[in-house]
């Protein structure tokens, strides 16, 4: 089955710079790769996502790229704020409305 | 619309009691999945319904976790008989195509 591995398990950076969060997945059938904040005592929140037939998706601040023959994806935070301070997942999927196979999750602090 | 709805947001119960854990999810969606999250094995699959029909339970741990889905507007998470290793903080999502929109969980804690 799909396999997702996500680095770094924590990142700290200073407010104002930018936040990269890389992931691996196993199984070159997925299509779809969505990226999920979580905040303390709160559910996730899909924050942004791609599918296969884009290399790169941005919004605002946070932009995704994907790199199908590697196998990995990207998430990309600018002009970090403290307000992004969370923990970010990772998925993969490889249909629509199957599973999310989720990456073990990425702790983001953001200091002032 | 206000979101996927969870019942209880925390629980704590003994060792040997059942926990029914309960789920509305948005209206009109026609997915719907049950997740467990715990430091060690982060955010586990347990099962998932379309349409009110269970498509894949294999992640549900052991016989004793069982869910139900009688209707589009509910569906429940059993644990009987409950123990300590099952505490966790069980999510439900629903969907209308990829996007999955979580619940705010449920706290389960079992002494």
């Known amino acids: 089955g799909e396999n997702v591995e996500q680095h770094p398990s924590t990142l700290s950076v200073q407010e104002g710079d930018s936040a990269v969060i890389k992931c691996t997945y196993s199984d070159s059938a997925s299509n779809y790769f969505p990226w999920y904040k979580q905040e303390l005592g709160k559910g996730p929140q899909l924050i942004i996502d791609i599918r296969s037939n884009v290399g790169e998706k941005k919004d605002q601040r946070i932009a995704v790229t994907l790199n199908k023959t590697a196998k990995h994806f990207s998430l990309h935070i600018t002009e970090t704020q403290p307000e992004d301070s969370a923990v970010y997942f990772c998925?993969?999927?490889?249909?629509?409305?199957?599973?999310?196979?989720f990456g073990a999750g990425t702790i983001l602090r953001v200091k002032s | 619309d206000a979101g996927v709805i969870q019942s209880p947001r925390h629980e704590v119960t003994e060792m040997g009691q059942e926990v029914t854990l309960r789920c509305k999810p948005i209206s009109g969606h026609d997915y719907l999945f049950w997740y467990r999250q715990t430091m060690m094995r982060g955010l586990e699959l347990l099962i998932y319904f379309n349409n009110n029909v269970p498509i894949d339970d294999s992640g549900m741990p052991e016989d004793r976790f069982s869910a139900k889905m009688p209707n589009a507007s509910f569906s429940t998470l059993k644990i009987q008989p409950s123990e300590p290793r099952d505490s966790a903080v069980y999510f439900c999502?629903?969907?209308?195509?990829?996007?999955?929109?979580f619940g705010p969980g449920t706290r389960l804690t079992v002494l």
């Open positions: 998925a993969a999927s490889w249909e629509y409305g199957n599973k999310l196979v």
């Open positions: 999502a629903s969907s209308l195509g990829f996007e999955q929109f």
